[in-house]
């Protein structure tokens, strides 16, 4: 493993101090299904991932910056490197605990709020209720601490925690899921993920 937390942060951030910038800047990479990112990712960071399962970089939990890079190798990038396959959910539990433990301690009150979101999104993927209702929370906060300007990038984050949510509370899991993971959708789950944006 070659990675450090600072190369992987670079990677996923870039060097711009701006969120508005950065934000847009980066949509790309964060957002878009893109074979050639998604290899990138696998070739670069696979073995950091492996690392953190193992327990073997767990002193990266020292330092806010180091806990979100965590999160980034167990929650974004599973989704990028096992695109498609059950392991792209593997890592969600480890990117849960570590996001708890950083909100336990404060720490996201140190990284800027860009950052942020990407140590609240374990809660928003999560498939319990109650940690749904917790990154409409968190998302909610985070809104109202950004500056004027740049509260439409923020909002955007707060409507996709709602939707999240919503899928959530009907049908208790998110259908989008289910082919992936080898689960049974129901009718009315069928149906819905026939509708636009049903996945995510």
Sequence with gaps: MTET????????????KDDTAVARAQTKLWWAKDEHTDQEIHRRFESSTEALGRGEIDDW????????AMVLLADQFPRNMYRGL???????????????????????????PIERVFLYLPFEHSESLADQQRAVFLFEQLLKDVPEEQRDIFAGFVDFAIRHRDVIERFGRFPHRNRILGRESTAEETAFLKQPGSSF
Excluded at 91 to 104: K, Q, Y
């Design 61 to 68: 939990a020292a330092t806010p910056r180091g806990l979100l």
């Design 86 to 112: 059950p392991e792209s959910f593997a890592f969600d539990p480890l990117a849960l605990r570590w996001s708890m433990h950083a909100l336990e301690r404060g720490m996201d009150g140190s990284l800027r």
């Design 5 to 16: 937390s600072e190369s992987i942060l670079a990677f996923w951030f870039g060097t711009g």
